[in-house]
T-cell receptor, first 117, second 114 residues
């Protein structure tokens, strides 16, 4: 069975601090996708990144970076020099890949990030 | 070009009433998904359609829930005899492929059962 665990329920940091959101996943599939989504107070899910299980390269996008390690089944997300606008709930998610699958997305329970000015 | 739209955005209903939500996917997207998100949790898969065919239903989808996608375009999710435990955000997503890499989420319908 597929499962995503986000052990950090809430994190609060002061603006400009770096913060890392942890994500650990379980799957028996050899091919899968990993995702991060942001959910601001408005409630809409904002897609941040998708990684294919074959691609373990870390990725950086501005102040955001992602560390994918298959050996530890982790896909951690770091925000550098955090800003108040980063305050939101962040979800890590997993989906089987493959055109014959349902491709439903399995979400973690989320980490609520609060950035204090 | 519009994204996935959902209607209504908010619904307040009394326990025991029936409610229906609508989702309009992005044009020509073959796949359509319904998810439910309760307070403090991540979204959970409910069901999905490939065109007009409903191919999988989660055990979360009790017999009070029914979803349709006539003609493979918009979809409706109906909840009969609502219960307070049905209070949640109902999210719809559509995809142009059978692969999960492109799932586009709508803004959701927030249901409150009083």
């Amino acid at each position: 069975a597929q499962k995503v665990t986000q052990a950090q329920t809430e994190i609060s940091v002061v603006e400009k601090e770096d913060v890392t959101l942890d994500c650990v996943y379980e799957t028996r599939d050899t091919t899968y996708y990993l995702f991060w989504y942001k959910q601001p107070p408005s409630g809409e899910l904002v897609f941040l990144i998708r990684r294919n299980s074959f691609d373990e390269q870390n990725e950086i996008s501005g102040r955001y970076s992602w560390n994918f390690q298959k050996s530890t089944s982790s896909f951690n997300f770091t925000i550098t020099a955090s800003q108040v606008v980063d305050s939101a709930v962040y979800f890590c998610a997993l989906s089987e890949a493959g055109y014959s699958s349902a491709s439903k997305i399995i979400f973690g329970s989320g980490t609520r990030l609060s950035i204090r000015p | 070009d519009t994204g996935v739209s959902q209607d209504p955005r908010h619904k307040i209903t009394k326990r025991g009433q029936n409610v229906t939500f609508r989702c309009d996917p992005i044009s020509e997207h073959n796949r359509l998904y319904w998810y439910r998100q309760t307070l403090g949790q991540g979204p959970e898969f409910l069901t999905y359609f490939q065109n007009e065919a409903q191919l999988e239903k989660s055990r979360l989808l009790s017999d009070r829930f029914s979803a349709e996608r006539p003609k493979g375009s918009f979809s409706t999710l109906e909840i009969q005899r609502t219960e307070q435990g049905d209070s949640a955000m109902y999210l719809c997503a559509s995809s142009p492929t059978t692969d999960a890499r492109e799932q586009y989420f709508g803004p959701g319908t927030r249901l409150t059962v009083t």
